[in-house]
């Protein structure tokens, strides 16, 4: 669908830092790991993986860089109690074009928990809100920082598997895979589809990669919605929750592709495709 351009844009970004990592604990290809970096995968610390050697960056400060540049200018990190890695590295003196809080999730209890722990924060707003393992396009983010009203990015398959980020076809069935109504408006989303349905969606499919914008309806309904039987409170289901009771969540197309941080043997590419970008917080 063709998104709105907001009046008002969302300014405001709720970063999912808090989860477990355990994925990214497994072993994978750890040949190449720095010694911080495999620290990092054995703290399952995601988002805190250093990426860049001579400057010391972390996948964070690119997906924080790359949302200043697409209009963001206030961040809520969601963090677990032990956080001071996360404030020693965004101290206010040290920011130019943003303004980062932190969010104490306890427990990983999942992504609509973790959303809900900015509530308060959040004030009410619109706000955009995304994985911490995850680096989105700034023309993506852009997109839901414009937009009027909460709704979903979606990525084609085909902008998924294709150029020198390409993600596997196979590792889309960890995702979701997104169906719209004839109005390009929100109707179902399909958690981890298998290989034949996927294969069969098309290269037009869209998958969501969670880049959201919410506002204070899904807010509510994070606060609402049941355990799953993963034990787990989660966005997806709280969206839906907010839908049925009357909030539309339109479908935002937009090209990837997203870099994905999720396992040990992700870091090397992430390296290579970042070798080049600059970091301006």
Same mark, same amino acid.
């Given at each position: 669908?063709?998104?709105?351009?907001?009046?008002?844009?969302?300014?405001?970004?709720?970063?999912?830092?808090?989860?477990?990592?355990?994925?990214?604990?497994?072993?994978?290809?750890?040949?190449?790991?720095?010694?911080?970096?495999?620290?990092?995968?054995?703290?399952?610390?995601?988002?805190?993986?250093?990426?860049?050697?001579?400057?010391?960056?972390?996948?964070?400060?690119?997906?924080?860089?790359?949302?200043?540049?697409?209009?963001?200018?206030?961040?809520?990190?969601?963090?677990?109690?032990?956080?001071?890695?996360?404030?020693?590295?965004?101290?206010?003196?040290?920011?130019?074009?943003?303004?980062?809080?932190?969010?104490?999730?306890?427990?990983?209890?999942?992504?609509?928990?973790?959303?809900?722990?900015?509530?308060?924060?959040?004030?009410?707003?619109?706000?955009?809100?995304?994985?911490?393992?995850?680096?989105?396009?700034?023309?993506?983010?852009?997109?839901?920082?414009?937009?009027?009203?909460?709704?979903?990015?979606?990525?084609?398959?085909?902008?998924?598997?294709?150029?020198?980020?390409?993600?596997?076809?196979?590792?889309?069935?960890?995702?979701?895979?997104?169906? +719209?109504?004839?109005?390009?408006?929100?109707?179902?989303?399909? &958690?981890? %589809?298998? #290989?034949? !349905? @996927? $294969?069969? /969606?098309?290269?037009?499919?869209?998958?969501?990669?969670?880049?959201?914008?919410?506002?204070?309806?899904?807010?509510?309904?994070? +606060?609402?919605?049941?355990?799953?039987?993963?034990?787990?409170? &989660?966005? %997806?289901? #709280?969206? !839906? @929750? $907010?839908? /049925?009771?009357?909030?539309?969540?339109?479908?935002?197309?937009?090209?990837?592709?997203?870099?994905?941080?999720?396992?040990?043997?992700?870091?090397?590419?992430?390296?290579?495709?970042?070798?080049? &970008?600059?970091?301006?917080?």
């Amino acid at each position: 669908m063709v998104c709105r351009a907001a009046r008002v844009a969302a300014v405001k970004l709720i970063v999912m830092a808090r989860g477990l990592g355990t994925r990214m604990q497994r072993r994978g290809a750890t040949g190449g790991l720095s010694a911080a970096q495999a620290t990092a995968a054995q703290r399952g610390a995601k988002a805190l993986m250093p990426v860049e050697g001579a400057h010391g960056r972390v996948l964070l400060d690119y997906l924080l860089s790359r949302a200043a540049d697409a209009g963001v200018t206030h961040v809520c990190l969601i963090v677990p109690p032990e956080h001071e890695a996360f404030l020693s590295l965004y101290r206010p003196s040290q920011l130019t074009r943003l303004s980062i809080d932190v969010a104490v999730q306890p427990t990983a209890l999942g992504t609509a928990h973790a959303v809900l722990a900015a509530r308060t924060w959040a004030a009410g707003d619109d706000c955009l809100v995304v994985n911490g393992d995850n680096l989105y396009p700034v023309d993506a983010l852009r997109t839901l920082v414009q937009h009027q009203v909460p709704a979903l990015g979606a990525f084609p398959v085909r902008s998924m598997t294709t150029g020198p980020t390409a993600l596997p076809r196979e590792r889309l069935t960890g995702f979701a895979l997104v169906q +719209a109504n004839a109005f390009g408006r929100l109707q179902r989303l399909v &958690e981890k %589809p298998d #290989a034949d !349905m @996927l $294969a069969g /969606a098309g290269d037009d499919a869209l998958i969501s990669m969670n880049l959201w914008r919410i506002g204070a309806s899904i807010m509510d309904a994070c +606060a609402a919605v049941p355990m799953s039987a993963r034990g787990e409170y &989660e966005l %997806p289901a #709280a969206v !839906m @929750l $907010a839908m /049925a009771e009357g909030t539309p969540v339109d479908v935002c197309t937009v090209d990837g592709p997203v870099l994905d941080l999720s396992r040990q043997d992700d870091v090397a590419g992430v390296m290579r495709a970042l070798r080049d &970008e600059v970091v301006r917080l």
